[in-house]
């Protein structure tokens, strides 16, 4: 079953489909559901049940803002033996986390090492790519330099393994799914449906034939976005060559496209790339991972590649989300060991910054327990 389409089409669907409403915290109960469904935007299904995607009563969680106990972990986090413990330890629970939910991690990551993959790295990589600062800073230590062969075969090996880790996140997101691919279908169709309702309401019906997915990692963004559009032309962008190796090594194997993916290795802040050349700018959980100063940057690209009456699209973790508010505080620890920026994202105030930029018919709406799509136009007599 395509969960998507009847989870996000339409809420009078879903209510006549299900008269209990259970809330994504797993609390449920009863009462009519239609007044529920109106004043949330997606939900997604689970043992037919409807769940509703809820927000929680703060703007952001409050293990995100500056407290006392926020300074203690950052004093920790940034106590390098033990950030190395903490890092290792949430790493092993993700990969058997994910390997209890049938995601083959530890094969996935062997079958890409051990294939041909390394060969696109030449085709791929822009070696005079000046990379922003924040995005080299956990490898200083290698004393090389990031080209050398050992610190290459480590981001190979993040690279082998990021498709998995993107699997575990979803399955997280989607706790109640019945599988790994009715994850998912929820939460990349309720993204891509977001995006189509946002564009055929804002962009004068203008059909989307071109789209910039910035931070692509090793495709997947891009290859749901080309599926979802074929008549359009897709381009997928990273600052990781290793990531991008990984993506158009995967792409060959696909049947081939009416359109082929064109991947491009640059910085989503300065991308070279023309301005007024995209219907369709998309961020797939990349802010979450850049420092605020960066995000400015890449609204202000997005703003200048998009032609007026585009669309701006972002999907990232949602400040609102009740599951992500509640959060324990030893949880967030372990998520803040891998995530340097992870507080800044959350203390930005993205819609703020969108308007900044000069976006319009800024809309945020959660589109699974955990995430939001932040969709915006840039108007039409944008000069
Ligand atoms: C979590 S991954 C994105 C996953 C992917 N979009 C998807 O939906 O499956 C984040 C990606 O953003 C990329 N990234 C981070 N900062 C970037 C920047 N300034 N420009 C381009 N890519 C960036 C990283 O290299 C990484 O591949």
Redesign the pocket.
């Known amino acids: 079953m395509a969960l998507w389409a009847s989870s996000s089409s339409s809420s009078q669907k879903l209510f006549i489909a299900s008269p209990a409403l259970k809330h994504g915290n797993g609390r449920s109960r009863s009462r009519n559901a239609r007044r529920d469904l109106d004043s949330v935007v997606h939900v997604g299904m689970a043992e037919g049940v409807a769940i509703a995607y809820e927000e929680g009563e703060r703007e952001r969680p409050k293990w995100a803002e500056e407290t006392p106990f926020s300074r203690l972990v950052k004093a920790f986090v940034s106590f390098k033996p033990l950030y190395s413990v903490l890092k290792l330890g949430a790493r092993q629970v993700l990969i058997s986390t994910a390997e209890k939910n049938n995601i083959r991690w530890r094969e996935m990551r062997r079958e890409i090492l051990e294939s041909d993959v390394y060969n696109e790295l030449h085709s791929i990589e822009n070696p005079s790519l000046q990379y ?1 600062d924040y ?1 080299l800073s956990p490898f200083h230590a290698y004393e090389e330099g990031n080209l050398s062969w050992m610190v290459s075969m480590l981001f190979f090996k993040a690279a082998a393994e990021a498709e998995a880790a ?1 699997m575990s996140m979803t399955r997280r997101a989607i706790p109640y799914a019945s599988s790994n691919e009715e994850a998912t279908q929820e939460l990349r169709g309720n993204w891509l449906q977001a995006i189509k309702q946002h564009h055929m309401k804002h962009s004068g019906n203008a059909t989307i034939e071109t789209i910039l ?5 090793v495709g ?2 891009a290859t749901f976005l080309a599926d979802e559009f074929p008549s359009a032309k897709v381009t997928g ?4 060559p290793y ?1 991008l190796s990984v993506a158009q090594f995967k792409e060959k194997k696909r049947a081939p496209r009416k359109n082929p993916i064109r991947w491009v290795h640059a ?3 300065d991308t070279g790339l023309p301005s007024k050349s995209f219907d369709l700018v998309s961020f ?3 802010f979450h ?2 420092p605020e100063r ?1 995000i400015i940057a ?1 609204v202000d690209e997005a703003i200048r590649l998009l032609r007026p009456g585009g669309t701006f699209a972002l999907t990232d973790q949602a400040p609102k989300s009740k599951i992500l508010q509640e959060l324990s505080p030893a949880l967030f620890t372990l998520l803040k060991s891998t995530e340097p920026f992870l507080n800044e994202y959350f203390l930005t105030d993205m819609e703020g910054r969108l308007r900044e930029a000069g976006f319009v018919n800024i809309k945020t709406m959660l589109t699974d327990p955990r995430h939001m799509t932040m969709t915006a136009t840039v108007p039409h007599q944008h000069v």
Request: with cysteine; charged share 15%; glycine share 8%.
């Open positions: 922003p995005y993107t997915d910035i931070g692509c990692s997947l963004s962008l990273d600052l990781s990531f910085a989503g802040e797939a959980f990349v991972e850049c960066a890449l």
